[in-house]
């Protein structure tokens, strides 16, 4: 099992950048598949993006094209590089691997 600790979110302006970081603890960070999920105000929480250990990823359709999953495994960490946000982007951000608990997320803003 592996504990991640999400950062990086704020306020931006529509339109505007961020980079979420995704940072685990553990020796063992490299073997897990990463997903970044998201729940806005009254919403479900939905899938994101994913990056496997093998470094294959997917998006789900409404931010292909600006967002951009990494992850720097001497690190320990995985990215989350929004561009052209959108106050519909506005929530909090989790990352998760599959089997362990949620973390504390990060919340994200985007004003119009």
């Known amino acids: 099992q592996v504990q991640l600790v999400e950062s990086g979110g704020g306020l931006v302006q529509a339109g505007g950048s961020l980079r979420l970081s995704c940072t685990g603890s553990g020796s063992l960070f490299s073997i897990f598949d990463i997903y970044w999920y998201r729940q806005a105000p009254g919403k479900q929480r939905e899938l994101v993006a994913t990056i496997t250990s093998g470094g294959r990823i997917n998006y789900q359709d409404s931010v292909k094209g600006r967002f951009t999953i990494s992850r720097d495994n001497a690190k320990n960490t995985v990215y989350l590089q929004m561009s052209s946000l959108r106050p519909e982007d506005t929530a909090v951000y989790y990352c998760?691997?599959?089997?362990?608990?949620w973390g504390q997320g990060t919340q994200v803003t985007v004003s119009s």
């Open positions: 998760k691997p599959p089997i362990g608990p």
